[in-house]
């Protein structure tokens, strides 16, 4: 397999110079850029990118409208990095299309574990037409991926843990298929510390419990011996 | 000594005004009663002088056996005139005198007539009365009856005097009230200096009021870019660092030390983070510019609890499984998160329950630590103070958690209090307002 291609724009040069190496050492092939204009150089040329990490303050622009833009032809996976890190700021982030935002001063790992995270969510983020979709729906219930958010029947926004909302992905992503509990496991290996099977089902009966507060039956079905199952009918909205 | 709360600076004005009317009313009301009692009594005495002469004319051409009849005839609702025989021997009182001699210079044939006026006793109505004499020496007496109509009269009076004097206080009280009014409009100004930006006051009212706004404009300009010099100051502080930090932290991992070392600085490096973060959210009110939008409160409480659970906490959560409320959800969230770091990091647990009141929403953190000392109660909710000053020192952020807190839950129109609870421990509770459903 051979080395995926990270486009990095940040301005400050010492930062770059070290996440760059970092995300190297980590077998992803590296081209960095400072400003808008190098990083339209560094998408064009060479092998194609399959990610870009993008600062938000930039000098003569902002990384927001560079993303806006990049969304107008490409759906490749974007992070933000961002010294602001405002909710406000990872809110519009998302909606305008990110994949994920991370705060400076971030852990090295944590990157790399996003940043793998984002690549290895594979099938779905690369079938172009779930990505455009970013909103679905199931008996009654809307989840939206841009901005990681659940919202109830009766329109009221429903905390999910980073790990739950992974979780409930995956089961949106195969409606009405079994899936092994090993697969769950290794899925949510980048959030859980302790991922043992006991977790996972921790974390099912929690998505259960939200999934029922409103007062109906949860869709997540547990097949014996094999793993769980989402029952309910998904439709992008 | 009791003190009486203030009529204000208007109430003390229309007193002052009420008073100088008053004052002149009553003056007025004095002078001019007895300029009329005069005139009435001037008026008075000629009626009846002239009334008694034509009276005695009539009565001395008429037979002495018709007298008493003609007397009847003659009396009127003012003075009751009877006739009998013999001479009235009582004397003229002194007080009347006076009234005599006007009576007389009217009609100087009642000198001939020998007119005599005495004053009835006070306890007969204190009338007039009196005599004269027909030519016969029979004796015609008369005595005034006092009209009932006189009170009314005077209180009617009275009120025609008193109507404009209280129209006049009306309008004083509205002009007044109007000249104060850029005084009221400063008050209000006074009260939102640093809350928000400064919007400068029109320059009204009387000339002192003008100065004192066109100061107080000046004053709240100098001290609204004092703030936010200093605000920005602090937030490109938080913000320029985070790149260093940033930095630190990937030279940090790919540095030669041993573990240790390594784990030590970077726990540095995070404390630093955070104190940054916490200075920043406090700076910039984070999430607080979101709009409030329907949030289901219980879940997002079970599920920070859960999260802190899922650190290794003793965490509990008792309350129902959902229930909506109208907040910005960013805010709240992290109000809740605050008091319940608080609660780990001071208390060592935590439990959290959701009470609903009729018209409030109720959420208590508990933590069985030591509480606060009371007398450290009230500086815990201001900004950049820790309540472990000195004593330990792994306390994260600047002491701007509860602050943050407080600022959150304002803005959703709640209350935060902090209670050390009889049995140990502290309690905090977030107090809101049930929003539009």
């Known amino acids: 397999m051979t080395a995926q291609t990270i486009i990095l724009v ?30 339209w150089i560094a998408l064009e040329n060479g092998p194609p990118a399959s990610l870009v990490i993008l600062d938000i303050m930039l000098p003569g622009t902002n990384g927001l409208d560079l993303c806006r833009q990049i969304r107008r032809t490409s759906d490749i996976p974007i992070i933000f990095i961002s010294a602001k890190g405002s909710d406000e700021d990872r809110i519009l982030g998302l909606e305008l299309g990110a994949d994920d935002f991370l705060a400076k001063p971030f852990q090295p790992r944590e990157l790399v574990a996003r940043a793998r995270a984002i690549l290895r969510r594979g099938p779905m983020t690369d079938n172009h037409q779930a990505r455009g979709r970013n909103e679905f729906r199931f008996d009654g219930w809307t989840v939206y991926f841009s901005r990681r958010e659940l919202r109830s029947p009766s329109g009221a926004v429903v905390d999910l843990t980073g790990a739950e909302f992974d979780l409930l992905s995956t089961f949106i992503a195969q409606p009405m298929r079994v899936i092994g509990r090993e697969r769950l496991i290794e899925l949510s290996r980048t959030r859980l510390s302790d991922s043992s099977d ?40 | 000594m009791t003190r009486w709360p203030s009529i204000g600076l208007l109430g003390r004005i229309v007193l002052i005004l009420a008073f100088v009317l008053a004052t002149e009313f009553v003056a007025n009301t004095l002078i001019f009663d007895r300029v009329s009692k005069f005139a009435l009594q001037d008026d008075e005495a000629h009626r009846l002088a002239e009334y008694l002469v034509v009276a005695h004319r009539i009565m001395d051409r008429t037979p002495a056996p018709a ?9 009127t609702a003012r003075l009751a005139v009877r006739w009998h025989k013999g001479i009235d021997t009582q004397s003229t009182s002194f007080a009347l005198s006076g009234l005599r001699d006007q009576m ?124 936010s010099t200093r605000t920005q100051a602090l937030a490109a502080v938080g913000h320029d660092l985070r790149t260093p930090l940033a930095r630190l932290k990937f030279r940090l991992d790919a540095a030669a030390l ?44 079970a599920t920070v609890i859960d999260s802190a659970r899922d650190e290794g906490h003793d965490a509990y959560y008792d309350g129902p499984s959902s229930l909506e409320a109208f907040a910005r959800p960013v805010s709240i969230r992290r109000a809740i998160a605050n008091l319940v770091e608080n609660a780990i990091h001071y208390g060592g647990n935590v439990r959290l329950a959701i009470r609903e009141e009729a018209d409030a929403i109720l959420i208590l953190i508990d933590d069985d630590g030591p509480g606060i000392p009371a007398e450290r109660m009230e500086s815990a909710l201001q900004p950049f103070v820790r309540l472990d000053e000195g004593r330990s020192r792994n306390t994260r952020g600047m002491g701007l958690g509860l602050a943050i807190v407080q600022d959150a839950i304002r803005a959703e129109g709640g209350t935060l209090s902090l209670a050390n609870r009889p049995e140990g421990g502290l309690r905090a509770t977030i107090r809101l307002p049930r929003g539009p459903r």
């Not at chain 2, 940054?276 to 607080?288: V, W």
């Open chain 1, 10 to 39: 940040e301005d400050d040069p010492g930062l770059r110079t070290l996440i760059a190496r970092m995300l190297q050492e980590n077998g992803f092939s590296v081209r960095t850029a400072a400003t808008a204009p190098e990083m």
């Open chain 1, 198 to 237: 006991r977790s996972i089902d921790v974390l099912v009966s929690r998505l259960r419990r939200k999934l029922s507060a409103a007062g109906g039956e949860p869709p997540i079905v547990t097949v014996r011996g094999v793993g769980y199952m989402f029952s309910a009918q998904v439709e992008p909205a």
């Open chain 2, 258 to 301: 041993d573990e240790e070392t390594r784990a030590a600085m970077s726990d540095d490096v995070r404390e630093m983070g955070d104190l940054l973060r916490s200075l920043q959210i406090y700076l910039g009110g984070e999430g607080q510019g979101l709009p409030a939008e329907k949030i289901d409160l219980a879940v997002m409480a």
């Open chain 2, 67 to 75: 007298r008493p009849e003609v007397a009847e005839e003659l009396s």
């Open chain 2, 104 to 227: 007389l210079g009217v009609e100087p044939a009642l000198f001939e007539a020998k007119l005599r006026l005495h004053l009835m006793p006070l306890r007969q109505g204190g009338d007039i009365a009196g005599s004269v004499e027909l030519s016969d020496h029979s004796t015609m007496a008369f005595q005034t009856r006092q009209q009932k109509s006189f009170w009314p009269l005077t209180l009617g009076r009275i009120v025609a005097l008193a109507l404009p004097m209280l129209a006049l206080a009306l309008i004083g009280f509205m002009m007044i009230r109007a000249t104060l009014r850029p005084l009221r409009n400063l008050m209000g100004a006074t009260r939102r200096v640093g809350r928000q930006e400064p919007e400068p006051l029109p320059e009204r009212g009387p000339q002192e009021v003008r100065g004192l706004i066109r100061d107080f404009n000046a004053m709240e300009a100098r001290i609204h870019r004092l703030i």
